[in-house]
């Protein structure tokens, strides 16, 4: 595991108790579109990564990935030259600027940012035409399941190159199995997951490391009758519609690539992953 690493420069405010949902996100929109050299930002994700960046410096906390830790997906983007990547979990579009446009240089074809809230996809729509990746970069409101599989069945995507997740913690696992059962997360994927090690996620970094026998047995003797129960302890009730029923694909592997544990832009420590599915 690379080493913690952190940066001043980085600060964002610390959360506090609200995260979001008290507008700060259209504060955020506002305050870019009356930036004096407004002009100077479009078709400029740099800048406009930026200028995000500062807001959360100087007004609120955003739960955006920052620029430590997109820079670690960003020289996986560079080297495996990925066409098609979605991401889950857009919020107010900063990822998907970032890697956006780090799959536009390496010559890449789209990348499907999914949202589950309208404003926050809104936001993040108006923040990526104005860096100039409208004809890269596309946003989806929806639950990420929904989504993932109406993409597949529409044949709007067949396979993934790579897919990053960032939504809730407690869908990684569950939407990895969905990307693996829908044939999305096939050899060859490469799978980034923020907050990897932050408060920990055993359940999507206990299924990245299983082996093949560990998953077919877990696949035919089901969920364990209490798991829901413990699911909900760990990560909070009611936030998300759980579903243990899935199977993924057991015959995939995962070769860890690089974990990371870096300091949330606020301080926190937190981690990024990587691994290839073989
Ligand atoms: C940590 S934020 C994403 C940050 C973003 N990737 C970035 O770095 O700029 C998590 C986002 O996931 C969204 N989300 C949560 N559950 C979701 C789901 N089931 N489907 C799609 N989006 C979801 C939340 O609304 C929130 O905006």
């Not at 999914?114 to 989806?140: M, W």
Request: overall charge negative.
């Amino acid at each position: 595991m690379a080493e913690a690493t952190s940066d001043k420069a980085e600060e964002y405010k610390v959360p506090g108790n609200i995260w979001f949902n008290d507008g700060r996100d259209v504060e955020l929109l506002r305050s870019i579109y009356s930036n004096p050299s407004l002009s100077k930002l479009r078709n400029n994700p740099a800048g406009i990564l930026d200028a995000i960046d500062n807001f959360t410096r100087e007004k609120y906390f955003l739960m955006n990935i920052g620029a430590r830790k997109a820079a670690i997906i960003c020289k996986y983007i560079a080297d495996t030259k990925p066409s098609t990547v979605v991401e889950l979990g857009g919020y107010v579009g900063y990822s998907a600027i970032v890697f956006g446009d780090a799959v536009k240089r390496a010559g890449g074809q789209r990348f499907i940012s999914l949202e589950r809230d309208p404003l926050f996809a809104a936001v993040a729509r108006s923040l990526i035409d104005l860096a100039g990746l409208g004809d890269i970069v596309k946003v989806v409101v929806g639950k990420s399941n929904d989504i993932l599989r109406f993409m597949k069945l529409s044949g709007e995507i067949e396979s993934l190159d790579m897919l990053f997740l960032d939504h809730w913690k407690v869908l990684y696992r569950q939407d990895l199995k969905l990307c693996e059962e829908l044939g999305l997360v096939i050899k060859g994927t490469l799978v980034c997951a923020d907050n990897y090690t932050a408060t920990g996620n055993p359940l999507f970094s206990d299924y990245l490391l299983s082996s093949i026998e560990e998953k077919k047995s877990a696949v035919k003797e089901g969920p364990r009758a209490d798991e829901g129960e413990k699911i909900k302890e760990t990560f909070g009730p009611g936030r998300e519609d759980l579903n243990l029923d899935l199977k993924g694909n057991p015959e995939l592997l995962y070769e860890i690539l690089e974990i990371v544990e870096v300091v949330e832009p606020d301080g926190r420590p937190d981690g990024v992953a990587v691994a290839r599915a073989t």
